[in-house]
């Protein structure tokens, strides 16, 4: 099945920096690789997503980069605010459905002052 | 629209006893599953459905079962509760896209076995 490794795991920058998180997969039927935000107490919610028919893709502050041939991608976040803080999580989406989505361990971001 | 909402948000077992969590989706999505959140490991599988009457294993499955009798519910039964099922666990619905698409997460349900 489908493996998605994540780092760094915990990530601390100051505000109006930008943070970059990584991450790889290893299933190359892979098509789908979108990024969760979690919030303390809530569930993970869709902050942007790729498919692997696109190499870059940007939102506002926010973008991703995919290369296929070496199976990563990456979550960029520019002029970081104190609402960034936050856990984020990959994911890609590997055999049979592509809602079947396989996750990354997680990078807690800490945005300070 | 309500989203996907789980019961019950938090929930003390002792071990050996039975519980089922539940959850309900207001969305007509034919994709549910549930995922289970320790630290350091993310959000692993345990099972999901395709829609109503069909369900399948995910990553982490054993001392788990659902069933899928309605589009909107998926309930999630711990049979006999083991510390290793201390958890948050997350209900999780979509719908099915050959090329992906938002999976809209539940609030949680935290568990604690004793």
């Known amino acids: 099945g489908e493996n998605v490794e994540q780092h760094p795991s915990t990530l601390s920058v100051q505000e109006g920096d930008s943070a970059v998180i990584k991450c790889t997969y290893s299933?190359?039927?892979?098509?789908?690789f979108p990024w969760y935000k979690q919030e303390l107490g809530k569930g993970p919610q869709l902050i942007i997503d790729?498919?692997?028919?696109?190499g870059e893709k940007k939102d506002q502050r926010i973008a991703v980069t995919l290369n296929k041939t070496a199976k990563h991608f990456s979550l960029h976040i520019t002029e970081t605010q104190p609402e960034d803080s936050a856990v984020y999580f990959c994911?890609?989406?590997?055999?049979?459905?592509?809602?079947?989505?396989?996750f990354g361990t997680g990078t807690r971001l800490q945005v300070t002052l | 629209n309500a989203g996907v909402t789980q019961t019950p948000k938090f929930q003390v077992l002792k071990t050996g006893q039975s519980m089922t969590l539940q959850c309900a989706q207001d969305?007509?999505?034919?994709?549910m599953s549930w995922y289970r959140q320790d630290p350091g490991m993310g959000l692993r599988l345990i099972h999901y459905?395709?829609?109503?009457?069909?369900?399948d294993q995910g990553e982490v499955p054993n001392g788990y079962n659902v069933s899928r009798s309605t589009t909107e519910d998926f309930p999630l039964r711990l049979l006999s509760a083991a510390p290793s099922q201390t958890s948050v666990y997350f209900c999780?619905?979509?719908?099915?896209?050959?090329?992906?698409?938002?999976?809209?997460f539940g609030e949680g349900s935290r568990l604690t076995v004793l």
């Open positions: 999780a619905s979509s719908y099915i896209r050959g090329d992906g698409g938002e999976l809209f």
């Open positions: 299933d190359s039927a892979s098509n789908y």
């Open positions: 790729i498919r692997s028919n696109v």
């Open positions: 994911a890609a989406s590997g055999g049979g459905t592509a809602s079947k989505l396989t």
């Open positions: 969305m007509n999505h034919e994709y």
């Open positions: 459905s395709v829609g109503a009457g069909i369900t």
